[in-house]
């Protein structure tokens, strides 16, 4: 029976969620008009929803504020140094009031993503698997909105031509990264913990995201899954399955090198993978390499301070940068490199800080006999997709995403696990030097053997205890 809490809550992020889905289904990133728009002023819709997600966070902390640790974690400390030196930039912001209006969003985000990991999903039964639960249902109807968008375009000759593309893509990040997360969470829970319900989602997701056709989503994608796998096989001692699959794959490689298989399977799939682009084109990972260039150019003009927290995507910087590399980029399509440019290189460090810390505490919860190694290993690939995204996109420095908001929930969510994991460590350590009795019934002189004489409580042996002794 679910509390008033729990009903509220899932409520309050059904609605939520919608809003957030029509939001952004009404955008098209790569406009260079609505773009500068959304710099110069942002979105009303976007601005409310920030604002109720960080008030009912904080409502949720409030009501459950004895049960936190955040403060006890490394990577929350790391957090912290991170949101300080986030704010010391807005001093010499190239742009202080854009930072400041990016800089008390991310304020209210974090608030809200850090209420709803601790003082929700890490006091509900199955803590990460209750996240899990929500992100593929965040997952499914984003896929859902996809190939509801594209239902008038999937026809076989589309789908069949390698320079098709679903008009959805004009989209963007905004519905194919909550399908990738998604899929995780529809993988840990259908595949690692076999639980049937979730197979149809998978199937649904993954087709939405095949039908997006981005090369680097489905790749980091299918990589994150793939360390999932392999982490629960070791986990669960099933080295010998990873031994048979590694015997079974690399003689199929060699056959394949051997008789050039490699190579026709390429002739295939290079016409898709291009999707229509010039060879120059796609061995610059779509312009990309040039804009890194470019940047990191600029980078090295002020690399300790940076221009600003969300200070350097001007709407007089895109039109720069658009002149420049010869298209329009809105973000440096490199997470890292992004943040370097706003906060400087300490915010860069203080930011791996962060992920590494949570990274290792996840790794730790996953061993604790308390918890089940499947929902911290979901924590665990969150963060690594998160981190990938990062390698040709933007998501730092853009808190309002769906990544940012798994990332922290499933930090603040892990936090819990992490503290079981060590209580269950100090508590195999204080049993280990007890002489533990044979199988069978306890008989008091086996306790008196086991403590010296000295620490057993008069209290603790009772007067036919003693008879019985005697």
């Known amino acids: 029976m679910q509390s008033l809490r729990e009903r509220a809550t899932t409520v309050f992020l059904i609605v939520w969620w919608c809003a957030y889905l029509y939001n952004y289904t009404r955008q098209n990133a790569n406009d260079l008009t609505v773009a500068i728009q959304a710099i110069e002023g942002g979105s009303l819709l976007t601005q409310i929803l920030i604002l109720s997600l960080a008030a009912y966070g904080l409502l949720l902390m409030l009501f459950n504020r004895q049960k936190l640790r955040l403060w006890r974690r ?16 807005l001093i010499w912001s190239r742009a202080p009031e854009l930072s400041i209006r990016r800089y008390g969003a991310f304020l209210a985000v974090l608030a809200g993503t850090l209420g709803l990991g601790a003082a929700y999903f890490q006091d509900r039964a199955g803590g990460m698997f209750a996240l899990a639960r929500v992100v593929c249902a965040a ?27 679903p008009s959805v893509r004009s989209l963007g990040p905004y519905l194919i990264y909550a399908v990738s997360f998604g899929i995780l969470a529809a993988f840990a829970l259908g595949i690692l913990l076999k639980q049937r319900l979730y197979y149809l989602p998978l199937g649904l997701q993954i087709s939405a995201l095949l039908l997006f056709k981005s090369r680097s989503l489905t790749a980091f994608v299918l990589l994150t899954v793939l360390t999932m796998w392999t982490i629960t096989l070791v986990q669960r001692k099933y080295s010998l399955t990873l031994v048979l699959a590694v015997a079974i794959v ?9 008789y050039d298989l490699g190579d026709e399977l390429l002739s295939v799939l290079m016409p898709y993978l291009q999707r229509g682009d010039s060879v120059e084109t796609f061995d610059t990972l779509n312009g990309r390499l040039p804009l890194w260039s470019y940047l990191s150019a600029s980078l090295w003009g002020n690399p300790f301070g940076g221009v600003g927290f969300g200070a350097f995507w ?30 400087g290189l300490p915010g860069l460090l203080l930011l791996i800080l962060v992920l590494v810390y949570g990274m290792r505490d996840l790794w730790r919860a996953s061993f604790a006999q308390s918890t089940r190694s499947e929902g ?36 603040a969510c892990g936090a819990t696990a992490t503290t079981a994991a060590h209580k269950s460590l100090r508590a195999l350590t ?10 069978g019934p306890v008989h008091p002189s086996d306790i008196l053997r086991a403590r010296p004489a000295d620490q057993i409580p008069k209290a603790s042996v009772s007067q036919s205890s003693t008879k019985s002794l005697n």
């Open 74 to 89: 490394t990577w929350f400390k790391w957090l912290v140094a991170y949101v300080v030196w986030s704010g010391i930039t």
């Open 139 to 165: 997952g499914t109807s984003a896929g859902v909105a996809i190939m509801a968008l594209s239902l008038t375009e999937l026809t076989p000759s589309n789908l069949l031509n390698p320079v098709w593309a």
């Open 250 to 258: 690399v003689p199929l490689a060699y056959v394949g090198h051997t």
């Open 314 to 343: 001007t709407p007089q910087q895109v039109v720069l940068v658009r002149h420049a590399v010869g298209w329009q980029a809105p973000v440096a399509h490199n997470g890292f490199l992004d943040e370097a440019l706003g906060t």
């Open 376 to 411: 911290t290993v979901f924590g665990m690939a969150v963060v690594l997709l998160y981190i990938l995204f990062n390698m040709t996109d933007t998501v730092t420095q853009f808190y309002f995403r769906f990544p940012f908001l798994c990332v922290v929930c499933a930090f």
């Open 430 to 439: 204080t049993i280990s030097i007890i002489p533990q009795p044979q199988a």
